[in-house]
């Protein structure tokens, strides 16, 4: 069974404050690592996908890299609007419709 | 980018009642369209997958006459929550992509769903 492990369950910054949230997995043959980012009372938002281990995306502020077991999603001079809950997802090469694996996320808060 | 609207964004019922929620993708065809439930402070559950003029694939424990799924053209999905009860109370919410791309799946803003 694919499982999706993230940790910390809540991080606070302060502004400026670089950090790492993690996202271990287990899955049987990985097609695909999704992160996410959920603003309270809304669908996730798509960040990144990570196919295969040492590979690495960046946008603005976050930077994402990806190992055969976990996934770090480093966060650099975080800002107030950093803060939301970030998933991580994994989908399974043998996954027909492309189904993912949720992990709960962590809750990261961001103060000025 | 990619835009999924989903309707209606919170409903408040009574025991009993039945709920439809509408899944649409604006600007892309979605041969595929996920539907989840999320409980505070828990991860996404998918409860079932659907294509384009198929039957829906329910994940196990979801029952398929409780939840009816219609994905009747590649812009449309619909979840109806069928005689709902205050234990079916949650936020759902859907996804869809275009397996004939490699995009990945893209989210609508989900559904708070209040059963009193």
């Known amino acids: 069974e694919d499982q999706v492990t993230q940790s910390p369950e809540a991080l606070r910054l302060q502004e400026g404050e670089s950090s790492s949230l993690n996202c271990s997995y287990t899955?049987?043959?990985?097609?695909?690592l999704f992160w996410y980012r959920q603003d309270p009372g809304k669908g996730p938002e798509f960040l990144f996908t990570?196919?295969?281990a040492g590979e690495e995306k960046e946008k603005e502020r976050l930077k994402a890299t990806l190992t055969k077991k976990e996934s770090f999603l480093h966060i650099t001079a975080p800002k107030p609007e950093d803060s939301a809950t970030y998933l991580c997802?994994?989908?399974?090469?043998?996954?027909?419709?492309?189904?993912?694996?949720f992990g709960k996320g962590t809750m990261l808060l961001v103060s000025p | 980018g990619a835009v999924v609207s989903q309707h209606p964004s919170w409903v408040i019922c009574k025991s009993g009642t039945s709920v439809k929620i509408e899944c649409r993708s604006l600007?892309?065809?979605?041969?595929?369209m996920f539907w989840y439930r999320q409980f505070p402070k828990q991860s996404l559950m998918l409860m079932a997958t659907?294509?384009?003029?198929?039957?829906?694939?329910?994940e196990q424990g979801v029952e398929k006459d409780k939840f009816l799924i219609n994905h009747a053209s590649l812009t449309l999905s619909t979840l109806t929550v069928t005689s709902a009860h205050p234990e079916d109370s949650s936020f759902y919410i859907c996804?869809?992509?275009?397996?004939?791309?490699?995009?990945?799946?893209?989210f609508g803003d989900g559904t708070r769903l209040s059963i009193l």
């Open positions: 899955v049987s043959g990985l097609r695909g």
């Open positions: 997802a994994v989908q399974a090469a043998d996954s027909g419709y492309s189904t993912l694996t």
């Open positions: 990570l196919y295969s």
């Open positions: 659907s294509n384009e003029g198929s039957k829906a694939t329910y």
């Open positions: 996804s869809a992509r275009d397996y004939r791309s490699n995009q990945p799946q893209h």
């Open positions: 600007d892309f065809q979605a041969t595929t």
